[in-house]
């Protein structure tokens, strides 16, 4: 089962998404700021990681900058309202951008394959070194 960080800072997102992640099959971890996805990315080690980006604290923004410092294989798909927020995003280091509101069954389908590319960028890494 794959491990997911959902991060948004309204906590009704955060329980309707964890839900649908969770009947997905996904283990979720939910974050309501930045720096409490920053402190989950670490500890939880996460699959991929779905940013809001208009946050408290620290924003998404920051955050994908952050993760990105460390990781430059994690799948982050960055989230908003905010359509402007699509440029600012994929320069951080977003994978992709989905503006709100979405249909849930978009948002499983994009895991599902930034996931699987993921695996297959791994599983042809661990060719390579053999």
Known sequence: MERILFVDDSEDIREIYET????????????????????AYHSKQPAIVLTDIIMPKMCGIGLIKKIRENDSEVPIIAISG??????????????????????????VENINRHLDL??????SDHVATL
Not at 83 to 105: D, H, I, M, V, W
Not at 118 to 123: N, R, S, T
């Open 20 to 39: 649908l992640l969770t009947s997905a099959g996904y283990d979720v971890i939910s974050a309501n700021d930045g720096e409490e996805a920053f402190s």
């Open 82 to 107: 905010d359509p402007r927020q699509a440029l600012l995003s994929s320069e951080a280091g977003a994978n992709l951008f989905l503006e709100k509101p979405f249909c849930s069954t978009i948002l």
């Open 118 to 123: 993921l695996a297959a960028h791994l599983d």
